[in-house]
């Protein structure tokens, strides 16, 4: 990829694992048959070789053909100054394919609103990648070491 554009990070090395054991499949799907192994972290490299990881390749949202990096809308989110966390996902959506659906944990004692998110995130962001839809949360989905489950979102979602 030239400097700046977003691919698939890979690597190659004596450390890569040689493949799945006992998943041929598996191990096609992930490793080139040159040794090339596909980390499914999408990155960009700078001029000086320095890499900078985007986000992970299956939490991309594909929205009316542009990629949004929930990664990136969650980092402006972050900055929001009644957001505790936030966490981004994808919901479907006829038109466009899919959409950004920003899950919020309010900071202690504040209130913000929808509309509050959103025009934050328009302050801030490209408009493909302005969330549509902002959902208040206690907590979200998380792995044992604290890290956000963003597949497991919708489980969070309520009807309107």
Not at 97 to 108: M, R, T
Request: overall charge negative; some cysteine.
């Amino acid at each position: 990829m030239p400097a700046g554009e977003v691919g698939e990070l890979m690597i190659r090395g004596a450390i890569v694992m040689d493949g799945y054991f006992g998943n041929e499949k598996a191990t096609q799907e992930t490793i080139e048959p040159d040794g090339w192994l596909h980390t499914g972290d999408l990155a960009t490299m700078d001029r000086q070789g320095n890499i900078s990881i985007v986000d992970r390749k299956k939490d991309m949202i594909l929205t009316a053909g542009y990629n949004v990096y929930p990664a990136e809308i969650e980092r402006v989110l972050a900055t929001h100054p009644d957001v505790a966390l936030a966490a981004v996902g994808s919901v479907a959506d006829e038109l466009k394919g899919e959409l950004a659906k920003a899950y919020v944990i309010p900071k202690e004692g504040c209130s913000p609103s929808e509309e509050d998110i959103i025009a934050y995130c328009r302050e801030h962001l490209a408009a493909y990648k302005v969330p549509r839809a902002v959902q208040f949360v206690a907590d979200v989905p998380k792995t044992s070491t604290g890290k956000i489950m963003r597949r497991e979102l919708h489980t969070l979602d309520v009807s309107d």
